[in-house]
């Protein structure tokens, strides 16, 4: 596995082989991380959808939220100074607020599985949730519900997670900044690293106001295009040149994921690594954890392998695994009406 770690590094397009074929970034999936298990509902009406990571065994949960505009359930809980230890699992929606309603389902089926928070009289699923802003691709009225919830638990599976355009991934889109007719399609990925008998694993839903870029070269993978559609614009470069945005509406973005290791974790140690995943972000996508979106990375820590944590290691791969992982949300994504996805910008 430490071999994805330099495959992050190929190139800002898929690099090619012998046989000039084209090769994603990085691999694994955060299912390679022991206990955990990855599902995901896709609504083709519109579309949208969300993705859930399961700990039927519980894990050590941590949160940081960095973007401006979150939309976010049982995040408080997990403040290392709250008494709640361990979740049983992870939501990603699209659908704004409103996908959040998803997180019902999630717990309706691990209640069905007596899996919980054990109060006396019941056991309590904890089911910490994030969203991302996708009602303006398609119909605003279709959006994930508990039923979508539901059967996200249905379809999970410790396979590799299905990447692109598939649950939380659905709707995405990036380079939102000039607004949406020049924004292009976001999308769903996942990535593993194993150091030293321990793995790490990241999955996210790249839904970005700002552009996605390749950290080893700096080159634009997808993002805001200029006016005719045509060619890429570079966001950064056009704001500090003074070329500024008409404003938009918060909330309307939004990059949400998880990071996850087999190693043992506290809550503090959770914390501060889902802090520095978020250097993941920031190293492919730029801007980021603007005023308009509501950027959050969970941490989770399942101790499969028994291992104490080094949170220096563990926080180093999983920025690592996260920008990898970025990076095949963007290259695993196809196009929709109205937004192209980056494999139609690699010549």
Known sequence: MMAAAGAAAAGAMPARGADGARRMP??????????????????????????????????????????????????????????????????????????LDAASGVMRYLEEKKIGFDVGVAHVPIVPAAILFDLGVGDASIRPD???????????SEQASEEGNVGAGAGATVGKLYGPKRAMKGGLGSASLRVAGVTVGAIVAVNAVGDVLDPSTGRILAGARTADGKMLLDTRAA??????????????????GAVATDARLTKAQAQKIAAMAHDGLARTINPIHTMLDGDTIFALGTGASGKTANVTLLGVMAAEAMAIAVQRAILSARALEGYPAAVDFIV
């Open 146 to 156: 508990a039923a979508a919830g539901y059967q996200a638990c249905k379809a999970a």
């Open 239 to 256: 704001i500090l040149a003074g070329d500024l945005p008409k404003s938009m509406r918060p909330g309307a973005a939004t990059t949400v």
């Open 26 to 99: 990085g691999g694994g999936s955060i299912t390679d991380v022991a206990g955990l298990r990855v599902g995901h509902y896709t609504d083709t009406r519109r579309p949208t959808g969300c993705t859930v990571i399961i700990a039927e065994a519980g894990a050590t949960g941590g949160v940081d939220v960095r973007g401006a505009a979150p939309g976010t359930r049982e995040t408080d809980l997990l403040n290392p100074m709250n008494m709640v230890e361990q979740v049983h699992a992870v939501l990603l929606a699209g659908g704004s607020a409103f996908g």
